[in-house]
């Protein structure tokens, strides 16, 4: 993944950003911004509000107030230009079925030629892009006739086939077998490292989030609650360290805050006596269970996000 220019512009910028459905509060202040080329997921419980985030980042859905700003402009009032920018993998598209694949990715390639610029030659070719999302040997089947994961990747050259800056990917490897999954990981690193893409991408798979993203925002309770690279995350969350070890045939296990220091006195203590020593991190899933249970048992939790500052 790209490394974070400190200097660089935000290719997304958003504000206070509020949104309202009826009566219904769903988003009450999220506030983050995203560099070039840099990976951002974007996590949360069910019904959080992460698809009405991506939604009124592309523009598809009107926000109620805050200040939002996509690759320099609002998206609410942006024009197609800015839209051919865009990559947008939705939780469900309509249907193509009744399209082949490659007649369906040429034709919509074909909407992108006018904005094809000497650095970012637009569309994609197609066998390329074919070959990139697995599909090579699918080129010339109906999609409709594609199994549930080959739709999904279909629908992820659909978002790619414009070479986009941005790219919004909203839970991209529904779906998908182990090996397309390892495959799409590669290819949203090539697309965050060789072509500069910015990404945010939803996921519920936590190991996923953590292979991808230089940063993860969890979203709950209608704010961003955490802020930062999974490493850093799981430094907030103390005590989470297990440690294990064996001595005299017996087995123990110990949750440590410094795990370092802990296993330094447990050897002068015990020394030779100890076996079977093993050290576990917090996973990702440990820090995301722990924060959105730290917000739910105290909503103010998010109006300080842990955020750690470059
Ligand atoms: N068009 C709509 N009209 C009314 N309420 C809506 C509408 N779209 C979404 N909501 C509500 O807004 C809340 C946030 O929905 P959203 O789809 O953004 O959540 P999410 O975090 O993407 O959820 P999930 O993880 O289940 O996909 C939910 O309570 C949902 O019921």
Do not use: C
């Amino acid at each position: 993944m790209s490394p974070q220019s400190p200097g660089s512009d935000p290719v997304m910028a958003v504000h206070d950003l509020r949104m309202s459905y009826n009566d219904k509060v769903v988003l009450d202040g999220v506030t983050f911004d995203a560099r070039p080329g840099e990976v951002l997921a974007l996590l949360g419980p069910n019904g959080a509000g992460k698809s009405t985030t991506i939604e009124i980042l592309e523009g598809f859905r009107h926000r109620s107030d805050g200040e939002v700003s996509v690759l320099g402009l609002d998206p609410a009032t942006a024009d197609e230009t800015w839209r051919a920018r865009l990559g947008i993998v939705q939780q469900s598209w309509r249907d193509h079925g009744r399209w082949g694949v490659r007649q369906l990715l040429t034709h919509l390639g074909a909407y992108y030629a006018p904005f094809s610029t000497p650095t970012r030659p637009r569309p994609m070719d197609v066998d390329e892009l074919l070959a990139t999302v697995g599909l090579t040997e699918h080129a010339h089947q109906k999609a409709g006739s594609l199994s549930g994961g080959q739709r999904r990747r279909l629908d992820v050259a659909i978002g790619i086939v414009g070479r986009p800056d941005v790219l919004f990917l909203d839970e991209p490897t529904t779906g998908f077998d182990p090996q397309a999954r390892r495959e799409f990981h590669d290819v949203v690193h090539r697309l965050a490292d060789l072509e500069g893409t910015t990404i945010l991408l939803t996921t519920h798979d936590l190991d996923e989030a953590e292979k991808l993203a230089d940063r993860i925002l969890i979203l709950a309770g209608g704010r961003i609650v955490a802020n930062g690279s999974a490493a850093e995350l799981s430094r907030e969350v103390e005590g989470r360290t297990e440690v294990r070890w064996s001595r005299g045939g017996e087995h123990y296990v110990h949750a440590a805050a410094d795990a370092t220091r802990f296993v330094r006195e447990l050897f002068e203590q015990h020394g030779d006596a100890i076996g079977d020593l093993e050290v576990r991190r917090s996973t990702l899933e440990d820090s995301y269970m722990a924060l959105v249970q730290r917000f739910e048992t105290d909503p103010t939790a998010g109006e300080q996000p842990l955020e750690v500052v470059r």
